[in-house]
């Protein structure tokens, strides 16, 4: 049954994410997710040929600690998907070395913290061209790519920077970054375009 394939999935990549791994180890175990999942994003077609996802190497200039300063206001999103309009809610505005970028609280059962962002490698065509995310708590992606620290500092580890599902395979509708998470610098860390 697809809903419990998928609550599987995202059972799994919360595990993975809470994990001990290092980089290494948590990249290679994201692979074997991807390669192997019922509920991968990889299309079945590309699955036996697929050998990894593409990934820059580890750059530690991109785990910095920021302060975070608090915003107001919301956004909508229409994912032009069965999920419809997306409402965020602005938690607070993190002051990064790349420019300010916008954390946002998903505004549904649950909620969850959103951070997608766009920088300088989408326009060069080195990673998703709509954007990456450094965490979506909804789906499991916690402690990661974003660790929430004592007074009011966040810290952004880009390492861990993910493409969202519909850089895989168009079956899949996703919210990118907003205007206001789209910054010029170059952020080569993480992981890389698909194809």
Known sequence: MDELEL??????????????????GFRAARDALFAGHPQSPIPLTDRPRFTGLRYFPPNPEAVVDVPVRPATGTLSIDTGGPDGVVHYRRTGIAETPWG??????????????????????AAARETYGGGR???????????????V??????????????????????RWACPLAPEENRI????RAGERTYH
């Open 149 to 170: 620290l004592p007074g009011g500092r966040l810290r952004l580890d880009f390492n861990y920077a993910y493409n969202p599902s519909c850089a895989y395979d168009d």
């Open 7 to 24: 609550a599987d999935w995202r059972e799994q990549v919360a595990r993975l994410y809470l994990s001990d791994l290092d980089l290494a």
């Open 100 to 121: 300010p970028l916008t954390l946002w609280w998903i505004e549904a059962y649950g909620g969850g913290l959103f951070l997608p962002f766009r920088d300088g490698t």
């Open 184 to 187: 010029t610098a170059p952020l």
């Open 133 to 147: 995310y450094l965490t979506d708590t909804v789906k499991g992606t916690y402690g990661r790519g974003l660790t």
